[in-house]
């Protein structure tokens, strides 16, 4: 039996938008997500990541897989460019069941790890959520923010 291919990585900062994809691969659903800033350097804790994304709290980025895949991998963090210290909670979704939820995440605090198997799923759905007052002053960061497909 041959060996199957390892997952390909799909980097949150580089998918299309469903509006301007072909519907093969990852796809962000334009429609239905709030605006989010696909990056090269987000920064959290003063640790620079190579790639993600930034929302602004409140936020939700509904993705459309268009393959099987095989997990989301991410840190997710109050992004250093905030105003003040802010406070957010992470939630990760797929088929619209909640798979991941952070604790209150605080700016100055490290990043939070992510790992969320996506077997047998189509739709994968990133949110951000102040916690307290502050949390809308505060850029909710996915860094290093990818999804391994088949």
């Known amino acids: 039996t041959p060996t199957p291919p390892a997952p390909a990585p799909y980097r949150i900062n580089a998918l299309a938008y469903d509006f301007t994809?072909?519907?093969?691969?990852p796809e962000?659903?334009?429609?239905?997500?709030?605006w989010l800033w696909q990056r090269k350097a987000p920064r959290i804790d003063g640790t620079a990541y190579?790639?993600?994304v930034s929302v602004h709290a409140p936020s939700s980025v509904v993705i459309d897989l268009n393959q099987p895949c095989a997990?989301?991998?991410?840190?997710?963090?109050?992004?250093?460019l905030g105003l003040g210290p802010g406070a957010l909670r992470f939630s990760v979704y797929a088929d619209g069941e909640r798979l991941w939820r952070s604790g209150v995440v605080r700016g100055g605090q490290p990043a939070v790890p992510v790992h969320v198997p996506l077997a047998g799923r189509k739709t994968l759905r990133l949110v951000v959520t102040p916690a307290g007052p502050a949390?809308?002053?505060?850029?909710g960061d996915w860094a290093r923010s990818q999804i391994s497909c088949r």
């Open 21 to 25: 994809g072909d519907g093969s691969r």
């Open 28 to 34: 962000v659903r334009a429609a239905e997500s709030d």
């Open 50 to 52: 190579p790639h993600g």
């Open 71 to 80: 997990a989301y991998d991410a840190v997710v963090g109050v992004d250093d």
């Open 135 to 139: 949390g809308r002053l505060a850029f």
